[in-house]
C-alpha cells in the first residue's frame, strides 16, 4: 500500500491526498511528527519537508513531484491534460495555487489567530484542560502580533496577503462561473491544488481531515464569512463531496500525532 508521510493539518498534504482520493488509490497515512521525525524523514528522502510519499521502494518528495509520479505511474483518472494548451494552463495554476495561494493563506490563517481568540482556542485539542485552553485564548494580541514580527509577519505583510487572496479569489470565482471546473468539463490537477491550498482560508466542513470540531468551516473573518467568496467556496464543497473520500465513506483516515503547519 502507498505510504503518506505527513502532517495532518499541512495544506499541501491535502492536496495530496485529494488526489490519491481522486484517483482511487488505497494509502495509509503516517504523521510525522515535528522535530525528531523530521530527521527520519530526512534520512528517508534527503529532505524535512511533508508531504514525502513511499511506493514500494520509491520514495517522492513535494506535492508537485508526488502528482507528476501518480500520473505516470497509475494512469486512471489523470491529473494532467494531453492537449498542450490545457496543459500548460493546468500546470500553470498549480504552481500559482502552490506559490500564492499557499503561502498567502498560511499568513493570513496566522493573522486571523493573532486576531481572533475563539478561533486561536478552537485550534486547541479538545483534551487539554479547560484552564490552559482558556490561558493560550487569552494571550493578548500585541504579545501575539510581536511573536509574528520575529517570523517577518508584520501587519502589513499579513494584509498584503490577505489582498492578495482577495484577488485571487475573485478570479477564481470569474472562472467557475460558467464551467465545472477550472480547465471545462473536466477536474484536473489545477482543481485539487486549488482546493486543498485554500484550505486554512476556510476549513472544509465534514469529515475529510482530522479537525477540531470546532474548526470545521471556520476561516479568515472577512474572507471565509463574506458573500462574495461563497461561490468559490460552494464549488470547492462539491469538489470536496464528489472526490474526497472521507472516514465515514473509506477513505483512508487516522489520528494525527500533532497539529503543525509545515
Not at 37 to 66: C, F, H, W, Y
Not at 197 to 206: D, N, R, S
Request: aromatic share 8%.
Amino acid at each position: 500500500m502507498l505510504e503518506l508521510y505527513q502532517f495532518e493539518m499541512s495544506h499541501y498534504s491535502e492536496k495530496v491526498r485529494f488526489i490519491l482520493d481522486y484517483k482511487n488509490l488505497p494509502y495509509r497515512k503516517i504523521e510525522v511528527t515535528p522535530g525528531i521525525g523530521q530527521i527520519d524523514l530526512m534520512r528517508m528522502s534527503g529532505q524535512r519537508q511533508v508531504p514525502v510519499l513511499k511506493d514500494g521502494n520509491e520514495v517522492i518528495a513535494d506535492s508537485t513531484a508526488i502528482a507528476d509520479y501518480l500520473d505516470r505511474q497509475y494512469p486512471d483518472h489523470p491529473l494532467i491534460p494531453d492537449d498542450p494548451k490545457q496543459k500548460g494552463l493546468c500546470l500553470l495554476i498549480e504552481q500559482w495555487a502552490d506559490e500564492s495561494i499557499g503561502l498567502n493563506a498560511r499568513k493570513a490563517m496566522i493573522g486571523a489567530l493573532n486576531r481572533d481568540q475563539a478561533f486561536r482556542k478552537a485550534f486547541l485539542p479538545q483534551s487539554l484542560p479547560d484552564p490552559l485552553r482558556s490561558l493560550v485564548g487569552s494571550v493578548p494580541r500585541e504579545v501575539l502580533d510581536v511573536l509574528g514580527l520575529g517570523l517577518g509577519l508584520t501587519p502589513d505583510a499579513i494584509k498584503s496577503a490577505e489582498d492578495a487572496l482577495k484577488r485571487d479569489l475573485t478570479a477564481l470565482c470569474f472562472i467557475l462561473r460558467e464551467q465545472p471546473y477550472l480547465l471545462g468539463e473536466q477536474p484536473t490537477l489545477a482543481d485539487f491544488a486549488v482546493a486543498a491550498l485554500t484550505m486554512y482560508i476556510k476549513f472544509p466542513e465534514g469529515n475529510y481531515v482530522n479537525l477540531p470540531e470546532a474548526l470545521k468551516g471556520r476561516g479568515v473573518t472577512g474572507i471565509a464569512d463574506i458573500g462574495t467568496f461563497k461561490p468559490f467556496f460552494d464549488w470547492r464543497d462539491k469538489l470536496y463531496a464528489d472526490y474526497r473520500l472521507g472516514a465515514s465513506n473509506g477513505g483512508s483516515s487516522s489520528n494525527p500525532t500533532s497539529i503543525n503547519i509545515e
